[in-house]
């Protein structure tokens, strides 16, 4: 599993953003993608997963209706979109493959997104 | 659904050893032997040292090692060495296909 992430984004208060996670192995269908937050100097926070074979996503209480989740398994890719975003989305996204026992066992670079008018 | 407590920094000298604590409730920690621990050196992503609470990856140094009691689980690093110094995340299991995370430990090589 390789996961390689879409660059870095500077958007204004209000805008929407899509970032992307894109894996070049071939078994992306059979688990499970989840997103992490790190804001400046903060730890991790983990959003929300998704199985991309049948796009069952789940989120995490803080960002249930905040982000949204999605994945396109013919091109190996899951997605994480804000609608409009704020200040306070200014963070460094990872994706990572959530595995049995819930442990993340590779991850993406990370996507650093800042939010700034 | 709280962040699980872990020390904001420890530090230790080469050759030392050094445990990081992370405390979290009966609903994640200490229902659940799904306990995970990360190291982040700086502007990387997340490695994964330990899964299962106790268990390593392939290719993690037997330096690493994890364990758990009650609602605490602790990660002890032996023979530190210059490079352990890095933020060390642990993570764990919540229930209803949910994680929660810590608050992430800076560790200094003195």
């Known amino acids: 599993v390789q996961l390689v992430q879409s660059g870095a984004e500077v958007k204004k208060p209000g805008q929407s953003l899509k970032i992307s996670c894109k894996d070049s192995?071939?078994?992306?269908?059979?688990?499970?993608i989840a997103w992490v937050r790190q804001m400046p100097g903060k730890g991790l926070e983990w959003m929300g997963i998704i199985y991309p074979g049948d796009s069952d996503t789940r989120y995490g209480p803080s960002f249930e209706g905040q982000v949204t989740i999605s994945a396109d398994k013919s091109i190996n890719t899951a997605y994480l979109q804000w609608s409009r975003l704020k200040a306070s989305d200014t963070a460094v996204y990872y994706c990572?493959?959530?595995?049995?026992?819930?442990?993340?066992?590779?991850w993406g670079q990370g996507t650093l997104v800042t939010v700034s008018s | 659904q709280s962040a699980l407590t872990q020390p904001a920094s420890v530090s230790g000298s080469p050759g030392q050893s050094i445990t990081i604590s992370c405390t979290g409730t009966s609903s994640d920690v200490g229902a659940f032997n799904l306990v995970s621990w990360y190291q982040q050196h700086p502007g990387k992503a997340p490695r994964l040292l330990i899964y299962e609470v106790t268990k390593r990856p392939s290719g993690i140094s037997n330096r690493f090692s994890g364990s758990k009691s009650g609602n605490t689980a602790s990660l002890t690093i032996s023979g530190l060495q210059a490079d352990d110094e890095a933020d060390y995340h642990c993570?764990?299991?919540?229930?209803?296909?949910?994680?929660?995370f810590g608050g992430g430990t800076k560790l200094t090589v003195l």
């Open positions: 192995g071939n078994s992306f269908a059979t688990y499970w």
């Open positions: 993570c764990s299991y919540a229930g209803s296909s949910k994680v929660v």
């Open positions: 990572a493959r959530q595995a049995a026992g819930d442990m993340f066992d590779s």
